[in-house]
């Protein structure tokens, strides 16, 4: 199957994707990825995203097709995680997808409120001593420095303006998929503030991989 998966940032769309990468053996697409890929390759692509990212500016929905439109075409089941985030870029991946002969089987949303989601991401802390990532209510960092001498640091995006702020632009301009996915009839929503367990087995369900 071709599946998009999307959500807010803490609904787990990541967790999620890993999980349908393993039952089903599609291919994980994440575009982020494919970003720090391209711009590490050091590849013509990879110097036109890395122009925009030194100026701020957001890398034009084209050149973000042109990079995954290759990754689509090659693998008969896919994941696609990261985009579209917004409708012009649902539209263009449309296009994109009717040029290969391919179309988006299933659409999942995540959704959890607001407020669980600041909760999630305000109590994530990162050790400066081996980058791994703890929640100081439901994994909290290790009290043997044996185990990671940290220091655990909150991250600068990880405070509750700047999550709040990233929680305001994706209502603004990716939660509005959900109709133009459920006008297609291929869309799923899931709640994601159940625990991972439950959100997994419903996503199962919603592509037809439940046991």
Known sequence: MRIIIFGPQGAGKGTQAGKLVEETGAAHIATGDLVREEIKKGSELGEKIQEYNDKGE????EIIIEMTKPHLDKH???ILDGFPRNQAQAKALD????EIDEKVDRVIA???SDED??????GRRQSEATGKTYHIEHDPPPEDSDEDAGPFVQRDDDTEEAIRKRLETYHEETEPLKDYYEEQGILVTVDASQGIDEV???VMKAVGEDK
């Open 76 to 78: 008969d089941g896919w």
């Open 117 to 122: 989601l600041v909760k999630r991401l305000s």
């Open 110 to 112: 995540l959704e959890a």
């Open 95 to 98: 296009e994109a997808l009717e």
């Open 58 to 61: 957001l890398v034009p929905d």
């Open 200 to 202: 997994t087995k419903e």
